[in-house]
């Protein structure tokens, strides 16, 4: 499907786990909602336009790449706001409980807005933060919320998500699942797992831009006992009778919070137009195939590497992570080439491996250039040392 | 300047104060930010078309319009987002209090913000919801926070921000302004009222478009101790060291929350380009002007309508509204003849008045066709009744 992208001429772009590139006609859908749309039908586009309707619509796209039924998932603000939403309402749910679990591989933004949340309850909650590979048995009776990112973004380690969330109700506690790096990556079913929220974002893997808006799945039942702490009125009952007070709306709809950013929202509804022709089983099988090749090739001609992620692909997902003492500036050369991943502290080089637009001819020749700059040293030039 | 906008043939649009129509020249800018930032540099976007610094430079627009010194107002998320943000960080600067105080004129998505919040907080804290006219009487010394929106969204009513907070701080509370119906559309000061907080929308009066997103902001004294409750990376103050815990950015950067919408940011950026050749108090002196020629017509061709704004042009924003038993039907007929304003239940007609896009002829042109409709009684066909 690599047709499907608009990807510059010679760039080899391994960064889609970061953001994903362009799909082709997105341009002219989003020509079309500011001038067809905004343009000529100005309010009237909430409605004519179905703005109102579009995060149930995009909502919908999700829950099929999530395993998440019809009318489960809404669209929003961002992850970090989604993931505040949903930490609120499991620990709701687990009243005589203090403890948010959550792992050392668990994206930042995720942790920080635990500490906002439980700065902000101020009733004893703690963040207890321990090694991935000790999630499962730190699952303990006083566990509220077991808050996990299936891939980890630094190395690309993954959970396996039935194991984890069987843990976590084991222990009575609730599970949030954050999936910025799965969906869209590997094949995911929130269902079969029957985790009570899930999170994400839709600029990764999911091609929905700079930007995109976030989603937020809630097993329907539970949905109806979920009172809002972002009690927004696009999440209200009736937004347009404007009440003085707030009644939730009926299902997922109440995890809406204010006006949806529409221009962003039709970016990605297009975006995930791409996903009718997926079959995520086949994709992540060449997924996985494009994964071990690199690490092949890599430890073959670049053995001053080492590799940062699982070595058994059942425990990674769509990306590869190299560490390197020199790692910022290898990248800086690599990205000087035309082959774009990226760089996370202290020395983590990542590389994401999507089959909708990376093939092996492009794995073959981004090893090629990461190992003639090893050889050559020419990452050591000074303005690859710049930050 | 009506030629800055793209407006349809024949549209008499009176309903900026909801959404502002698109402004010439916003879709090439999106274009451009589509195909040859995203599209062309992807992740490098980020630096290279300065992403990660745009609501700094927006906000520094916005800042310009609300007379905020630079750097003190960012943007993000929507405005019910930033409600709940500044009310956050409000109520913690007066921890031995308890009563938020708003009015009935309030917005709603702002009284269920606070509600939201409440429950969250669990600590019996109350919403106090007066009327709009005994805001200042009730600012008693249980009051932590008054949380105001200058301008009422159903009446066009306007608070005196000055007088406002004065009373505020008067009684100890700290003073959050919403901006939403009166940036871009009547001179606001903040600076000047020594109001701790303000927040807005840019989709009605500063015509970012559908979604666009909301500013944010803190007065310089007191952006330093304040501990975000939604505290995410964006508004860290290393947010690409990753760093296991959160320390906020050093100012009002520290209310980022997460990814910006990069593609609405870009809409919005250009929109405010406008506000470079406009002059606030000349643009509230013409404003004035048309609602106060709309409501003379009004009531001399239209006598069945009771105003239902303040008479007073010095008490009322960039809008007029009248009341009648039939407005939903009115409106829709009006609607069906392009002149567009809209309808608040239970009996509200709005019409904006921006001269930006409006002038006499549109408001002689809008009156004539409502005297029409009312005289022929046309707004009584089935089809405007239906809702």
């Known amino acids: 499907m690599k047709d499907r992208f608009s990807l510059p001429d010679g760039m080899i772009y391994l960064d889609g786990n970061s953001l994903g590139p362009l799909p082709v006609g997105t341009a002219e859908k989003v020509q079309d909602v500011v001038q067809a749309q905004w343009g000529a039908h100005l309010i009237k586009g909430w409605n004519l336009d179905g703005w109102m309707a579009q995060p149930a619509r995009v909502g919908n796209r999700i829950a099929r790449l999530i395993g998440a039924p019809e009318g489960t998932v809404t669209m929003g603000d961002t992850l970090s706001v989604k993931v505040f939403q949903a930490l609120s309402a499991a620990l709701k749910m687990r009243l005589d409980r203090r403890v948010i679990l959550s792992d050392s591989g668990n994206f930042p933004s995720d942790l ?11 009733q004893g909650y703690e963040l207890r933060i321990v090694a991935p590979e000790d999630v499962a048995s730190a699952m303990t009776d ?3 919320v077991a808050m996990i990112t299936q891939v980890d973004y630094r190395t690309g380690r993954m959970h396996d998500m039935a194991q984890v969330t069987a843990a976590a109700h084991g222990a009575g506690a609730v599970m949030l699942w954050d999936l910025a790096h799965s969906a869209g990556a590997v094949p995911v079913d929130v269902a079969a797992c029957n985790a009570e929220f899930a ?3 839709t600029y990764k893997y999911l091609n929905g831009g700079p930007g995109a808006p976030a989603f937020i799945y809630a097993r329907p039942d539970i949905v109806a006992d979920i009172q809002p702490a972002l009690a927004g009125w696009l999440g209200h009952d009736a937004p347009f009778a404007f009440e ?16 949806p950013p529409v221009i962003q929202m039709t970016a990605l509804e297009h975006a995930l137009g791409l996903w009718d022709e997926v079959d995520m089983a086949e994709l992540r099988e060449r997924s996985v195939a494009l994964g071990e090749l690199f690490i092949a090739l890599v430890e073959e001609k670049c053995p001053e590497l080492v590799l940062a992620s699982p070595r058994d692909a059942n425990q990674r997902g769509s ?3 190299f560490a390197s003492k020199n790692g910022y500036a290898v990248m800086q050369a690599l990205i000087a080439r035309d082959v774009i991943g990226d760089f996370r502290a202290p020395d983590i080089m990542r590389f994401g ?6 093939d092996e001819g492009d794995v073959r020749g981004a090893v090629d250039i ?5 050889a050559t040293r020419s990452w050591d030039r000074p303005e690859y040392h710049q930050k």
Chains 1, 2 share one sequence.
């Open 142 to 144: 006083d566990v509220a």
């Open 112 to 122: 920080y807005m635990a500490e906002g949340l439980i700065q902000q309850l101020g």
């Open 244 to 259: 003085t007070g707030y009644r939730p709306a009926a299902g997922i709809e109440r995890m809406r919070v204010g006006t």
């Open 353 to 358: 491996f999507t089959p909708l637009y990376i």
């Open 199 to 201: 999170v994400g974002c």
């Open 319 to 321: 990306q590869v992570s």
């Open 370 to 374: 990461l190992a003639d700059i090893l």
